[in-house]
């Protein structure tokens, strides 16, 4: 051991005794920062076990709290090194934070533990899926109870839309990014729809027009259609039925038209 190295001992020994005695927060804060390292490594740590979304700085945070009780709490006459004493009290720290901020309840989280071990197990055992009797008999569950369990487990699947998805060379991509977005609507489909409605509606009538587009683009009953038209509700059935004939009809000679002779 150099002569820095010790002096760096002897500095530390010499906060140690001068916040005990003193209770001095400048000396507190320059323990703090001496022994900030550990709360970086247990944070980075724990951070490499969890989902892309759960940020490190949030774990150093919650983990500086654990190494501000563990400066207050330690006892420097009973001879225990205080790296060891604080790494405890930094975990812990870290760990209660988490358990704060998840939604789901521990319960939850140990059920869903379970159900997925059996499920593995009998994956294995079995070389397919299981099916939930399956399961349920594996667990000594009632096929009640183990469905509500299912149901609490699944709980647990649900993901932050901030996730990491992909890491590109420009941006970080994340599962907000690639969520489909069901208010838009398809620009082929919509092409292909309006041709399927040129080809079906061609040499129609008008009210055959109607028909067909209310009855299949609409999705609208007879019953609604006829009061649309003002028709009966058997008339627009007897239409509707005389237009898919001749619609038939037309589709078949197109088929034969397009057959290699």
Known sequence: ???????????????????????????????????LPIVKYTAERLHNKLPGEVEVDDLI?????GLLDAVKAFDTSRGVKFETYCAQRIRGAILDELRALDWVPRLVRRRASKLN???????????????????????KLTIKDFRKLQRDAHATS???????WFESDSRDICELDILEDCSSEDPILCAQQKDLKELLTRGLSRAERLIVILYYFEE??????????????????????????????????KQKELQPT
């Open 1 to 35: 051991m150099n002569d820095q190295e010790r002096a760096t001992i002897e500095q530390v020994q010499a906060w140690w005794t001068k916040f005990k005695k003193d209770g001095d927060e400048a000396t507190r804060n320059c323990l703090l920062e001496h022994y």
């Open 61 to 65: 945070s919650s983990g500086v709290f």
């Open 117 to 139: 071990a059996a499920t593995g197990a009998l994956e294995a055992q079995l070389g397919r899926k299981p099916n939930e009797k399956e399961l349920a008999g594996r667990m």
């Open 158 to 164: 649900f993901v932050s839309l901030s996730r990491k």
């Open 220 to 253: 609208m009953t007879m019953k609604e259609i006829g009061l649309t038209l003002d028709l009966s509700e058997s008339r627009v059935s007897q239409m509707h039925s005389a237009i898919i004939g001749r619609l038939r009809l037309q589709m078949e000679e």
